[in-house]
């Protein structure tokens, strides 16, 4: 087959920097000499600043002399030509990338181009700069790329397209890159209508339709208009007389029946048995639906989820249908179903912490060391730990459980906390490892990536100073840092007090884990005077502050949330009142001491309303407490199942990390092994005896 592809066309956050390291020989005099530049510079800068965001290209250009020879130029020549870069000659654009050669924002203005180039279809400068690309982190630039391999003949064309359709449905919304990558393969028959038709499901399934009608559009494009309405009136169209006698039907009707479920499982699982529709749609199809209409149930803590997920194979489900698939049946105690769910997932997904945890869990259950409904059973000794030795000789679901477990258990996240415990140990802290040496630190303090990512940071330009950051740590070099690289950047971030690159960069760290730096308690005094004053565990007010903000002061969310404990402002004013602090005015929510008040006040309230349920309380910060009322209701579940199971991706990955990071902090504060699974408690109905809940509690 030959290939079609699209044409050629023409186309204020100031602090001192490293004050502890430049009064001593950490930090000689010619690492910081320069400073970042002249006042003049740094104003000129700032200015460069707003006229990029206000689109200003003329006094960009008039104003990049002022800013040469500062450390932030190659940010300030990055600013220029990034605001005329469509109209900009490919000469002036590589001259531009020259001058800032080896840095960030020569990639970055890289990536942009090389955007811009596929979208103009100039593929000769595309095959020119792509190889330059030192980041290649960009999806829709690998899917150019892999296209122009295919034609070039450099790399064979069925393999080019089992990539692009893999970037293609890992891309989560509308995107060009991809979609003209598959258009090329599907048009010379490398990638199947199949790989089209799953990228519609995925899309539609997540509530992007404008993403699956670009899909569909890539077959017929007619089929993107009868898509929209479709998504608009889902049972509408399947109510349709001529529905069943048009093209593709089985494939619109699936689709159809995907959004039906998003808002009436129970309609969509009728759909599915509907006669004319077990005539058309194929085994496979049914099968995902199954998974879909499952997944919604579960999410609803619908009783029928179980037997939804029943009604369909393993085999036709995503993985994310048979996520949902154990989870109801936690809830509902059906261990053999939750290894069968776990044993029918990818490769990469069942390497997952949690689902190598839940399926340890089922093995245990099979072997009756579990209850039902997934306690442990109090008349069974906890396992031993270690995997050496056992007194008695176990079953072989008991050996492959603790192999499981022993594989995750660690410190570091919530089901390798958990799996800790199952092996009979308790949560502590790793020994620290060597700290850097003082040449060490220097070599960090003398990167030019790091010095310009303090410069930033120094004059209030937080995005731009954690994007150089991030990438000196990890993309400057292939494979990032080293080991020892990262501890010293760690350290360095440290004493800069510039806590989330701090707890960033020991992230990255495998073997050389320093836990005061991954779990930093900066602002201790305050923190622990405020927690003894209201009584608050002062481990779980770090462990929800490093989940909110890493603890940037100024932090601000997209929806308005401030301050290192993100509180928003209703309930900023809500929480002021009821503790009586008459001088509060909005702006005051970033002021660090005013913020922790406030904070700490309402997650007490919440903690109270919530009967001193951790797990319940850190879901009512995050979502709201009329949600985490409604999720507690139903059976009582152990607090990792009930944690398991919260419909909203977002707040569950939250409460599992801010109770695992709860139990870093008590074991770093106390100087003792924690556990995990007493913080996460059980979860149920409100007990008969609390007092009726706080329904003002915002």
């Known amino acids: 087959m030959s290939f079609v592809i699209p044409s050629i066309s023409a186309r204020a956050w100031r602090r001192p920097i490293m004050a502890a390291l430049?009064?001593?020989?950490?930090?000689?005099?010619?690492?910081?000499?320069?400073?970042?530049?002249?006042?003049?510079?740094?104003?000129?800068?700032?200015?460069?600043?707003?006229?990029?965001?206000?689109?200003?290209?003329?006094?960009?250009?008039?104003?990049?002399?002022?800013?040469?020879?500062?450390?932030?130029?190659?940010?300030?020549?990055?600013?220029?030509?990034?605001?005329?870069?469509?109209?900009?000659?490919?000469?002036?654009?590589?001259?531009?990338?020259?001058?800032?050669?080896?840095?960030?924002?020569?990639?970055?203005?890289?990536?942009?181009?090389?955007?811009?180039?596929?979208?103009?279809?100039?593929?000769?400068?595309?095959?020119?700069?792509?190889?330059?690309?030192?980041?290649?982190?960009?999806?829709q630039v690998r899917c150019y790329g892999l296209m122009l391999d295919a034609v070039a003949g450099r790399l064979?064309?069925?393999?080019?397209?089992?990539?692009?359709?893999?970037?293609?449905?890992?891309?989560?919304?509308?995107?060009?890159?991809?979609?003209?990558?598959?258009?090329?393969?599907?048009?010379?028959?490398?990638?199947?209508?199949?790989?089209?038709?799953?990228?519609?499901?995925?899309?539609?399934?997540?509530?992007?339709?404008?993403?699956?009608?670009?899909?569909?559009?890539?077959?017929?494009?007619?089929?993107?208009?009868?898509?929209?309405?479709?998504?608009?009136?889902?049972?509408?169209?399947?109510?349709?007389?001529?529905?069943?006698?048009?093209?593709?039907?089985?494939?619109?009707?699936?689709?159809?029946?995907?959004?039906?479920?998003?808002?009436?499982?129970?309609?969509?699982?009728?759909?599915?048995?509907?006669?004319?529709?077990?005539?058309?749609?194929?085994?496979?199809?049914?099968?995902?639906?199954?998974?879909?209409?499952?997944?919604?149930?579960?999410?609803?803590?619908?009783?029928?989820?179980?037997?939804?997920?029943?009604?369909?194979?393993?085999?036709?489900?995503?993985?994310?249908?048979?996520?949902?698939?154990v989870r109801a049946a936690l809830r509902t105690g059906r261990w053999s179903m939750v290894r069968e769910a776990v044993d029918a997932m990818g490769p990469a997904q069942q390497s997952d912490p949690a689902w190598v945890y839940w399926k340890a869990r089922g093995l245990l259950a099979q072997a009756g060391l579990e209850s039902?409904?997934?306690?442990?059973?109090?008349?069974?000794?906890?396992?031993?730990?270690?995997?050496?030795?056992?007194?008695?000789?176990p079953a072989p679901e008991v050996l492959q459980a603790r192999q499981l477990l022993a594989g995750i258990a660690s410190p570091h996240g919530f089901y390798e906390q958990l799996a800790l415990e199952t092996l009979g140990l308790k949560v502590s802290l790793p020994p620290a490892p060597p700290v850097p040496t003082p040449a060490e630190l220097a070599d960090i303090a003398a990167d030019p990536g790091i010095r310009r990512a303090l410069a930033a940071f120094r004059?209030?330009?937080?995005?731009?100073?954690?994007?150089?950051?991030?990438?000196?740590?990890?993309?400057?070099?292939?494979?990032?840092m080293s080991e020892r690289e990262l501890l010293a950047a760690a350290t360095l971030a440290c004493r800069e007090e510039l806590w989330d690159r701090c707890i960033h960069t020991s992230l990255r760290n495998r073997a050389q884990?320093?836990?005061?730096?991954?779990?930093?308690?900066?602002?201790?005094?305050?923190?622990?005077?405020?927690?003894?004053?209201?009584?608050?565990?002062?481990?779980?007010?770090?462990?929800l502050i490093r989940q909110e903000s890493r603890f940037v002061t100024d932090a601000r969310s997209g929806v308005g949330a401030a301050g290192l404990m993100q509180v928003m402002p209703a309930t900023a004013r809500w929480t002021a009142r009821r503790i009586g602090l008459t001088d509060f005015r909005p702006a005051r929510i970033n002021e660090r001491d005013t913020n922790i008040q406030i904070g700490t006040a309402y997650l007490k309230f919440a903690l109270d309303d919530f009967e001193g349920s951790l797990p319940l309380a850190a879901a009512a910060y995050n979502a709201g407490p009329g949600r985490a009322r409604a999720w507690r209701e139903g059976p009582v579940?152990?607090?990792?199942?009930?944690?398991?199971?919260i419909p909203f991706d977002e707040t569950r990955d939250y409460v599992k990390r801010v109770l695992a990071n709860t139990t870093l902090y008590a074991a770093q504060l106390s100087g003792q092994p924690q556990s995990l699974r007493q913080r996460l408690g059980t979860v149920g109905p409100r007990s008969a005896s609390a007092q009726p809940p706080n329904t003002d509690l915002p």
């Not at 593929?123 to 290649?136: I, L, S």
């Not at 699956?212 to 998504?231: C, K, M, T, Y």
């Not at 004059?459 to 991030?470: A, F, M, T």
């Open 22 to 139: 430049l009064s001593c020989a950490l930090a000689p005099a010619w690492v910081f000499g320069q400073g970042t530049g002249s006042a003049a510079a740094d104003t000129a800068l700032l200015d460069m600043r707003e006229s990029f965001r206000l689109g200003r290209t003329a006094q960009l250009t008039q104003s990049l002399p002022t800013v040469r020879g500062h450390v932030l130029e190659p940010l300030a020549r990055y600013w220029e030509m990034r605001a005329r870069l469509e109209s900009a000659a490919a000469a002036d654009i590589r001259s531009a990338m020259d001058a800032m050669a080896g840095t960030y924002w020569e990639d970055r203005l890289r990536n942009d181009w090389l955007l811009l180039l596929g979208r103009q279809r100039n593929w000769a400068d595309f095959e020119t700069e792509r190889p330059r690309f030192r980041m290649n982190d960009d999806r």
């Open 156 to 325: 064979e064309p069925a393999l080019a397209a089992a990539r692009v359709q893999n970037e293609w449905l890992a891309q989560k919304d509308i995107d060009t890159g991809c979609a003209t990558a598959a258009e090329s393969l599907l048009k010379s028959g490398h990638l199947n209508e199949q790989a089209v038709w799953l990228r519609a499901r995925l899309m539609m399934e997540t509530g992007k339709t404008r993403a699956a009608s670009q899909a569909v559009a890539l077959l017929n494009p007619e089929w993107a208009g009868r898509l929209d309405a479709i998504a608009a009136e889902p049972q509408r169209y399947l109510d349709g007389k001529l529905t069943a006698f048009r093209t593709h039907t089985k494939e619109l009707v699936t689709l159809a029946i995907i959004r039906l479920a998003s808002n009436d499982p129970a309609a969509a699982a009728t759909e599915v048995d509907h006669l004319r529709w077990r005539t058309q749609l194929t085994r496979s199809e049914r099968d995902w639906l199954w998974g879909v209409i499952g997944k919604r149930a579960a999410q609803r803590f619908m009783p029928e989820a179980v037997d939804y997920f029943s009604r369909g194979s393993d085999r036709g489900m995503a993985d994310d249908h048979l996520a949902w698939k």
């Open 372 to 393: 039902a409904a997934g306690v442990p059973d109090p008349a069974t000794p906890p396992l031993p730990p270690g995997t050496a030795t056992v007194s008695a000789s």
């Open 459 to 480: 004059l209030g330009l937080r995005s731009e100073g954690v994007r150089e950051w991030n990438y000196s740590v990890a993309l400057h070099t292939p494979g990032g």
């Open 513 to 543: 884990v320093d836990m005061s730096m991954r779990y930093p308690t900066p602002f201790r005094d305050a923190v622990l005077a405020r927690t003894r004053e209201i009584g608050l565990d002062p481990a779980y007010v770090y462990g």
């Open 637 to 645: 579940l152990p607090g990792e199942v009930w944690a398991e199971s």
